[in-house]
């Protein structure tokens, strides 16, 4: 008998993903500079041994902004799949069970929020918020559950008529019961794809709010502002730009790896075999 492994792309991503982890975590010992401290006699000092990744126009070292603004990421992009997934989730598997009326509310309520786009409603709320990182959050799982809402109706639709469901129902299981212990378990898959994916559209979400300056705000170092105030140097110094914009690339690179890995890995039609 085969056994299944991860396609090497997958691998790849995961690689990705423990780096950016592993720089948001030890970024105090993976540099020696403070992200806010300003030296303004070296501003936008090219890479050099001393500031590999550069100097931004106060001076700042990139390589500890990059390694600091990893942290506004990967928390924004967490507690964003986390609380979309969840209620995403919730939301899905409470239509998909029960149908008639509840399911018609529901589905109604998650066409509304499909209905506007997504980032547009994003910045609508973060005008009306104010600019934080907590209302980034808020803004981005208010926008964020509705792909979960459906995504999980459609599978619990399928699940609730297979052979385990109508034998769990036979024994008196309840609605919430058979929901957690029987469907959940059993198309948690695709929801677990759905979410890497997630997380990649989320930091990219997070940077574009702070890249048009209604995410996190100065001097908390965050990849999207770091953008923003590169755009103004491409011509002069380049790295101020593209140190942040590589960082970013490579994050929604490894969500997206990983997720395709993961789909392959998940499908039991895949062929990739050891």
Known sequence: ???????????LGCVLLIL?????CFAPWLTPYDPRAQDLAAGLHAPALAHPCGQDKLGRDL??????GARVSLLVGVI???VTLTVGVAVGALAGYQSGILDELLM??????????????ALALMAILGPSITN????LCIVGWVGYARLTRGLVLVAREMEYVTAARATGATAPYILVWHILPNIAGPLVVQATFSLAGMIVAEAGL???GLGVQPPTPSWGAMLNEGRLFLLSAPHLAMVPGVAIMLAVLGCNLLGDG???WLDPRGEIVA
């Open 262 to 264: 993961l789909r392959d």
């Open 80 to 82: 964003s799949v986390a």
């Open 108 to 121: 109604r309520l998650t066409d509304m929020f499909l209905a506007f786009p997504g980032i547009l409603l």
């Open 136 to 139: 980034v959050i808020i803004a």
């Open 20 to 24: 950016l982890c592993a720089s948001a």
């Open 1 to 11: 008998m085969h056994r299944r492994r991860l396609a090497p792309s997958g691998y």
């Open 63 to 68: 390589c500890a902004r990059l390694f600091y």
């Open 210 to 212: 702070s890249f048009l």
